[in-house]
C-alpha cells in the first residue's frame, strides 16, 4: 500500500470536547448536539471523534500522517475563550499516531511567542481562518503571524472560518456550499492582490477545500486584466470535499504538484480523482510532503 498524507482532518480530544460542554454561548455543546451561530444545529456522531476508532481508519487507509486541525467555522479565534483554545492544544498535542494537528491563534491578542512555542513543540503548522483574510489589508494584518511561520519554516492552513447568520432558513449544506466557498475565494484573491509571495518568499500556504475554485476563475481574472503569474511551488490547494471534475479544472491552471490530499475526515472521505497511479501517488504523498517540511521526498532517498 502506497503511503498517504492527509492535511486535513478534524479530530475533537476529549478536552475539547468538555470544554464546549462548558459553555453556555455558541459555540457550545449540548450532548453531541453543536450549537454555532451561523449554521442550523448540528448532530455530532461520537464515533467521529473516537481516538481509537479514528487511528484505525488511517491505518487502513495507509496514513502515515494526518494532519488534524481546530473547527475554524465554530469561530473559536475571535472568541477570547483562552480555555477552549488551550483545551485544543492540549488534546491535540496528546493525539497518538498517526495524528499531528495545526496550530490555532487568539486573533484578538495575537501571541507570537506561545505560537513560536507550539510550533517548537510538534504542531505541524498554523492554520488561519479563511473570513479574516478576505482583502489584501487583511493579510497585510496577519503579517507578524506569518512571518512566525515563515522563519520557522512551518505552512499555513487557510481554512472557512464562520458561516454569516442567515436572514431565513437554509439547509444545512448551505454554510459548506456558499460561505466557505465564498471565503476561500475571497482569500486566494486577496493573497495575490497583496502580493504574498513577494512579502513572504518562502512561506508555504495551502488552501482547503481546493480554494472553494477560485484558480477555476483565472481566465475571468485574465479576461479583466489581471494576470495570474507563473506556477507558485510553495502555493498549495487540497481536495476536501471534491472531485474528479473540481481537481482535474483546478490542476489544469495550477498543475497537478500543487494539489495535496486533504479528506476533511469526518465530514468528507477519500475520493477517487481519476488522476492516475502516478499522479495519486503525488497527491496523496510527496505534495503533501512538500507542504508539511519544504522537501519532496523522493528528493530525500
Not at 473547527?71 to 477570547?80: A, D, H, M, V
Not at 432558513?169 to 484573491?189: E, I, K, M, N, S
Request: aromatic content about 8%; overall charge negative; proline content about 8%.
Amino acid at each position: 500500500m502506497t503511503a498517504v498524507i492527509d492535511v486535513h482532518q478534524h479530530l475533537w480530544p476529549a478536552e475539547f470536547v468538555e470544554r464546549l460542554r462548558d459553555r453556555t454561548e455558541p459555540p457550545y455543546l449540548d450532548g453531541w448536539t453543536l450549537h454555532t451561530v451561523g449554521e442550523p444545529a448540528y448532530e455530532v456522531d461520537p464515533a467521529a471523534h473516537e481516538v481509537g476508532k479514528r487511528a484505525a481508519v488511517e491505518q487502513d487507509a495507509g496514513t502515515t500522517l494526518a494532519a488534524v486541525s481546530l473547527s475554524s467555522p465554530l469561530g473559536i479565534e475571535q472568541l477570547g475563550d483562552a480555555a477552549l483554545l488551550d483545551s485544543w492544544h492540549e488534546g491535540a498535542a496528546s493525539l497518538p499516531e498517526p495524528f499531528k494537528a495545526w496550530a490555532a491563534v487568539n486573533l484578538l491578542e495575537p501571541d507570537l511567542d506561545g505560537l513560536k512555542s507550539l510550533l517548537g513543540k510538534g504542531f505541524i503548522g498554523l492554520q488561519l481562518p479563511a473570513h479574516v483574510l478576505g482583502t489584501p489589508a487583511a493579510w497585510a494584518g496577519a503579517g507578524e503571524l506569518l512571518a512566525v511561520a515563515e522563519r520557522l519554516n512551518k505552512p499555513v492552513l487557510i481554512h472557512p472560518g464562520p458561516a454569516a447568520p442567515p436572514a431565513g432558513a437554509v439547509p444545512g449544506w448551505w454554510a459548506p456550499v456558499v460561505d466557505y466557498t465564498l471565503q476561500l475565494q475571497a482569500a486566494w484573491w486577496a493573497w495575490h492582490a497583496f502580493a504574498g509571495r513577494t512579502a513572504f518568499p518562502r512561506l508555504r500556504l495551502c488552501f482547503a477545500a481546493a480554494a472553494g475554485l477560485a484558480p477555476v476563475h483565472h481566465e475571468r481574472l485574465a479576461a479583466r486584466g489581471g494576470r495570474l503569474g507563473t506556477i507558485d511551488p510553495n502555493l498549495f490547494v487540497d481536495t476536501s470535499s471534491y472531485g474528479p471534475q473540481g481537481i482535474d479544472a483546478v490542476a489544469r491552471v495550477l498543475g497537478i504538484d500543487q494539489v495535496v490530499h486533504g479528506t476533511d475526515r469526518p465530514y468528507a472521505g477519500t475520493v477517487e480523482l481519476r488522476q492516475g497511479a502516478a499522479a495519486t501517488a503525488v497527491i496523496r504523498y510527496n505534495n503533501p510532503h512538500r507542504l508539511l517540511f519544504g522537501v519532496d521526498p523522493a528528493a530525500e532517498r
